[in-house]
Nanobody
Framework: QVQLVESGGGLVQPGGSLRLSCAAS????????MGWYRQAPGKQRELVAG???????SYADSVKGRFTISRSNARNTVYLQMNSLKPEDTAVYYC?????????????WGQGTQVTVSS
């Protein structure tokens, strides 16, 4: 069974930084894309950043210039470097991976990690 485990969340002051990590098990799969979503209380889950197996990246407008997504294919790990954090970045952050198994794509989700930006 494929498992995604996030880490790196916590409490940080406005303007601070955090780095999230998501380690994926199940090396039998080829992970085409990996990404980060977030969900704040009372709001819908939204895509924050995504990265392909070829390292092409995309970002939500709200985080462009502040967040950077990267991945290590050898480690089956995706990272999210978050700088210049704002209170509105407070949310549970979820890792997502899309795996290719015999030509069929499957979605997998991590358990989420809390990020709180507050003084």
């Amino acid at each position: 069974q494929v498992q995604l485990v996030e880490s790196g969340g916590g409490l940080v002051q406005p303007g601070g930084s955090l780095r999230l990590s998501c380690a994926a098990s199940g090396s039998v799969f080829s992970f085409n894309v990996m990404g980060w979503y977030r969900q704040a209380p009372g709001k819908q889950r939204e895509l924050v950043a995504g990265i392909t197996s070829g390292a092409s990246t995309s970002y939500a407008d709200s985080v462009k210039g502040r967040f950077t997504i990267s991945r290590s294919n050898a480690r089956n790990t995706v990272y999210l470097q978050m700088n210049s954090l704002k209170p509105e970045d407070t949310a549970v952050y979820y890792c997502k991976a899309v795996a290719n198994y015999i030509g069929t794509l499957y979605d997998y989700w991590g358990q989420g990690t809390q990020v709180t930006v507050s003084s």
